[in-house]
């Protein structure tokens, strides 16, 4: 009664494939974006941050991802561990993974 014939007919056989393209160009483009605003800089973060960590050596000052703040005494290399001076006489071990920053970089070591 209120709605009409041509209301109530399917859309045509062809048209199936449009319309599921149409639907899937925004996904496509939010993905597009969402890769070069968040994913490649994040990576490039992670390549940066595992590359400091491997390049740390004795006499770096580091930042702990705990916030302290010590120099590198012994590089452990066959672990991930190393071995930072927090205070005067007071060292400890710390996983290479936890290391957030690198302030400054100390002297060769000297062989």
């Keep these: ?6 209301f109530a007919q399917g859309a045509p056989a062809g048209s199936d494939m449009m319309s599921l393209a149409t639907n899937l160009v925004p996904f496509i483009l939010i993905f597009v974006i969402m890769w070069f605003l968040i994913i490649r800089p994040q990576q490039r973060r992670v390549r940066e941050h595992q590359e ?27 672990t991930s561990d190393i071995e930072v001076e927090i205070a005067d006489g007071v060292k400890v071990k710390v ?7 690198v302030r400054t970089k100390g002297e060769p070591v000297k062989a």
């Design 52 to 78: 400091m960590i491997k390049n740390v050596r004795r006499g770096d000052t580091v930042v702990t991802s705990g916030g302290i703040v010590g120099k590198v005494t012994r590089v452990i290399e066959d």
């Design 1 to 6: 009664m209120f709605i009409t014939p041509a």
């Design 95 to 101: 996983a290479r993974a936890n290391i957030s920053e």
